[in-house]
């Protein structure tokens, strides 16, 4: 290898390493936390009349949140009445936290399916306090006809549990300024709880 070949060796490893140090710096950075940052710079200006240079040192501080989404799940459907025309009921939703941040939940968009049937969607206006790493419980109301679940609600009166999905989007004011996160979860199963029943949720 000739000697002007060289210098071209030298560079090519010092971008390995520049590369090989990103990559470790991804790899760290964990979904949900938040990262301190330190940003360091020396400004230097040439003063002609006195022939000297003036350095002034910069520095600022702060921090950078990797948003994650958050966990959902349909622990119940609380029947208020049941009827063959059109039936109230009310979704328990638990929403869990798994970012280092507090949530202040300011509204609800989603779209539930139950047994393979969906029973729509709304954009709701809600309030509540997520604590980071922590879990948050929603009561959403709604109405339906029994006939579009056919057999599936049968399964939910006798106690069966039954499969749903929920998609969809929270927006939440944070230390960091107002963010929207999406929810959603598919294969989750719920189960049915009546007027009467109590609160207690053991099988």
């Known amino acids: 290898m000739s000697s002007s070949d060289k210098p071209e060796v030298v560079e090519r490893d010092v971008k390995d390493e520049e590369q090989k140090d990103i990559k470790n710096t991804h790899d760290n950075i964990k979904l949900g936390s938040v990262i301190h940052y330190t940003i360091k710079a020396d400004f230097i200006a040439h003063i002609n009349h006195i022939n000297k240079n003036i350095t002034k040192h910069w520095e600022k501080t702060g921090e950078i949140p990797i948003p994650f989404k958050l966990d959902v799940d349909l622990e119940k459907i609380h029947f208020k009445s049941l009827s063959f025309e059109e039936t109230v009921a009310v979704l328990h939703l638990k929403l869990e936290n798994k970012n280092d941040f507090d949530l202040g939940l300011t509204a609800l968009d989603y779209e539930i399916c139950v047994a393979d049937v969906s029973i729509g969607g709304a954009e709701l206006a809600k309030s509540a306090k997520i604590e980071k790493s922590g879990i948050s419980y929603i009561d959403i109301p709604f109405t339906f006809r029994p006939k579009d679940f056919g057999s599936a609600l049968w399964d ?8 749903y999905s929920i998609k969809g989007n929270i927006s939440a004011e944070t230390p960091f300024g107002a963010m ?23 099988e």
């Not at 939910?156 to 499969?163: A, E, H, L, S």
């Open 156 to 163: 939910m009166i006798r106690g069966k549990g039954t499969v």
């Open 180 to 202: 929207k996160l999406p929810i959603s979860k598919e294969g989750g199963t719920t189960r049915l709880k009546k007027d009467g029943d109590g609160d207690n949720d053991e």
